[in-house]
């Protein structure tokens, strides 16, 4: 069965630091990957997605992400981070028919001043 | 502006009393998905649905119940056959891709139910 793993349940890193979220995934073949975050009590924002082509992707307020294939990572990047970066953060992946997404458990992220 | 409207915000069931989540969409999207949320484990899909009166089932469909008569809307049924309903429902839907491929999927703030 497909899976989406976020190793990460808590990270803490300080303002202006640079920030990785950790995700891999167990499919078959190459799926279509997000990242979405999450504010208290709200709903899902998406960052970035990557369907094909240039492995490294840009997204909305600073996020990149890196599809590695040879590992099946899709792990999401900030150079520096802000305070308003505190959030809870979600890899998913759509596989198949139905545009279906599995979501990994999230890494929630605290910023310290 | 366009979006998902989830409804109501805050939710609370009684022992044995079926409930529905209400959403709707004005993105005329043609798929809609709802998914609940627990702390620690992501988000799981209850049900999806691709067309007007379609739906299938997702991994944890079991004490839940949908409809979809109207493209706008795909209210979520929690049922008393659902006996640990307490958590945080998502939907989402997702626009009909021309080239076929997958798309993002846009959601709404969410609603959470809780067991009185």
């Known amino acids: 069965a497909q899976s989406v793993t976020q190793p990460d349940i808590h990270i803490t890193v300080s303002e202006g630091a640079s920030l990785e979220l950790r995700c891999n995934y167990s499919?078959?073949?190459?799926?279509?990957l997000f990242w979405y975050v999450q504010s208290p009590g709200q709903g899902l924002q998406l960052l970035l997605k990557?369907?094909?082509?240039?492995?490294l992707v840009q997204g909305i307020k600073g996020f990149e992400a890196e599809f590695k294939r040879s590992q099946s990572s899709f792990n999401l990047r900030k150079p520096s981070v802000h305070w308003s970066d505190a959030a809870e953060y979600f890899c998913?992946?759509?596989f198949g028919v139905g545009n279906k997404l599995t979501f990994g458990g999230g890494t929630r992220v605290l910023v310290k001043p | 502006d366009g979006g998902i409207t989830q409804s109501p915000k805050y939710l609370f069931r009684k022992e044995g009393q079926n409930v529905t989540l209400s959403c709707e969409q004005n993105?005329?999207?043609?798929?809609m998905y709802w998914y609940r949320q627990d702390p620690g484990q992501g988000l799981r899909l209850i049900y999806y649905?691709?067309?007007?009166?379609?739906?299938q089932k997702g991994d944890i469909a079991e004490g839940y119940s949908v409809s979809r008569e109207k493209k706008e809307s795909f209210p979520l049924t929690v049922t008393s056959a659902q006996k640990n309903p307490t958590a945080f429902y998502l939907c989402?839907?997702?626009?009909?891709?021309?080239?076929?491929?997958?798309?993002?999927?846009?959601f709404g703030d969410g609603t959470r139910l809780s067991i009185l």
């Open positions: 998913a992946v759509a």
């Open positions: 499919y078959g073949a190459t799926p279509y």
């Open positions: 990557y369907f094909s082509g240039d492995t």
């Open positions: 993105l005329n999207h043609d798929a």
């Open positions: 649905s691709q067309i007007v009166n379609d739906f």
């Open positions: 989402a839907s997702i626009p009909r891709d021309a080239k076929g491929g997958n798309q993002p999927q846009h």
